[in-house]
């Protein structure tokens, strides 16, 4: 985060100070395996700037982590569940990238294509042409 905050191509000395400028910290937070929403993310970033933080310490985020994080993980069958209301072909449970993409558009939060194509490759390991086809257990 300090990296790329202070710019990834230089010859300057870094300063190295332990601090997350607070624009990283939803990266951070996605490093370490939370995902957290447009919302989540608006509404941690108006917690920390409400205390007047730029930068957070690994302690704040070690607690931004621990408060936003949900307790319990997302099951198989809420997976299903969703790929059923999107839409999935209901006997093998299946739906196309580009049938996903678009219901996910029409119906998600707001993202713009490139996050959304960056999401489903980080999820899926694979690069959305739109003809892939996806079940719940891609997900899972």
């Not at 395996?33 to 700037?49: C, I, K, Q, T, W």
């Not at 960056?118 to 079940?135: I, N, S, Y």
Request: aromatic share 6%; proline share 4%; glycine share 10%.
């Amino acid at each position: 985060a300090q990296l790329r905050s202070q710019g990834e191509n230089t010859r300057e000395g870094r300063k190295v100070t332990g601090m997350i400028p607070l624009g990283e910290v939803p990266d951070m937070l996605r490093a370490l395996g939370y995902y957290p929403s447009n919302f989540d993310v608006r509404d941690l970033v108006h917690e920390m700037a409400r205390r007047g933080k730029e930068h957070v310490t690994f302690e704040d985020l070690v607690r931004l982590y621990v408060n936003y994080k949900p307790v319990a993980g997302v099951s198989q069958a809420q997976i299903e569940a969703a790929f059923e209301a999107l839409g999935a072909e209901p006997v093998m449970g299946s739906i196309t990238a580009s049938s996903l993409v678009s219901q996910l558009k029409r119906i998600g939060e707001p993202l713009s294509d490139e996050e959304l194509n960056r999401c489903m490759e980080a999820l899926t390991g694979v690069r959305l042409t739109g003809k892939e086809e996806f079940t719940a257990g891609t997900f899972a």
